[in-house]
């Protein structure tokens, strides 16, 4: 009974810590306060909150970001907290002894966005994981208990800034998140926001297969 008692404990503070997420990430601000501020410096941030994590499974993060980007005009805590999903996600997915690639570069033909990179060396994702990827209702493959939760709060802030995330496999081995912020953003209203969170979800074919056929 007590093992049974840790394990429900472990798995409610788990869902909290993941819905809490969401909730940093869909949170409504009448008035958002936006500050400059450079990507170099939030994602060293992030990198340094991993350094445990990512050292327990030999995991390296190369960061190849040029000096000279022009400041993102951004939410703070939202796009902290963007890099600390995206980086989570990939150290808690990735095998030991894998290394994740950073980069990032100006647009240079409309030069009003940073377009920016992280890939990895890890094995490649199937089609079925690559369609529902921003479905906050998929399980992982290699974890049947865990959720999508920590990239559709990705999805959700870099469209809540104007921007866009994609994920495709590489060529040669493991994938790439191509990520886009626009250096003067439009950012989105709450209505906008649950707009954009129903439409990931109604879209998604892996939603709508799992409910035809009654699958959990």
Same mark, same amino acid.
């Given at each position: 009974?007590?093992?049974?008692?840790?394990?429900?404990?472990?798995?409610?503070?788990?869902?909290?810590?993941?819905?809490?997420?969401?909730?940093?990430?869909?949170?409504?601000?009448?008035?958002?306060?936006?500050?400059?501020?450079?990507?170099?410096?939030?994602?060293?941030?992030?990198?340094?909150?991993?350094?445990?994590?990512?050292?327990?499974?030999?995991?390296?993060?190369?960061?190849?970001?040029?000096?000279?980007?022009?400041?993102?005009?951004?939410?703070?805590?939202?796009?902290?907290?963007?890099?600390?999903?995206?980086?989570?996600?990939?150290?808690?997915?990735?095998?030991?002894?894998?290394? @994740? $690639?950073?980069?990032?570069? #100006?647009? !240079?033909?409309?030069? /009003? =966005?940073?377009? *920016?990179? &992280?890939?990895?060396?890890?094995?490649?994702?199937?089609?079925?994981?690559?369609?529902? @990827? $921003?479905?906050?209702?998929? #399980?992982? !493959?290699?974890?049947? /208990? =865990?959720?999508? *939760?920590? &990239?559709?709060?990705?999805?959700?802030?870099?469209?809540?800034?104007?921007?866009?995330?994609?994920?495709?496999?590489?060529?040669?081995?493991?994938?790439?998140?191509?990520?886009?912020?626009?250096?003067?953003?439009?950012?989105?209203?709450?209505?906008?926001?649950?707009?954009?969170?129903?439409?990931?979800?109604?879209?998604?074919?892996?939603?709508?297969?799992?409910?035809?056929?009654?699958?959990?």
């Amino acid at each position: 009974w007590d093992e049974l008692y840790e394990q429900s404990r472990h798995q409610i503070r788990r869902i909290t810590d993941l819905l809490q997420d969401l909730v940093t990430a869909t949170e409504r601000s009448d008035s958002p306060v936006l500050r400059e501020l450079q990507l170099n410096e939030t994602i060293t941030r992030s990198v340094e909150k991993l350094k445990t994590t990512s050292a327990q499974k030999n995991i390296t993060v190369v960061k190849q970001i040029p000096a000279g980007l022009p400041a993102l005009l951004v939410e703070e805590e939202k796009f902290q907290r963007f890099f600390d999903l995206l980086l989570k996600d990939e150290v808690d997915r990735l095998p030991a002894g894998s290394r @994740v $690639f950073m980069s990032a570069r #100006l647009d !240079l033909e409309k030069k /009003q =966005e940073i377009e *920016i990179e &992280l890939g990895d060396d890890g094995p490649p994702w199937p089609n079925e994981t690559l369609r529902s @990827v $921003f479905d906050p209702f998929s #399980l992982r !493959l290699n974890n049947p /208990q =865990e959720f999508g *939760i920590n &990239l559709i709060a990705c999805y959700l802030i870099v469209h809540h800034h104007g921007g866009s995330i994609e994920v495709r496999n590489r060529e040669d081995r493991g994938v790439v998140f191509t990520v886009t912020f626009p250096l003067e953003p439009k950012i989105s209203s709450a209505a906008e926001r649950e707009e954009d969170f129903v439409t990931t979800v109604m879209m998604n074919d892996a939603f709508w297969e799992r409910i035809l056929t009654g699958q959990p």
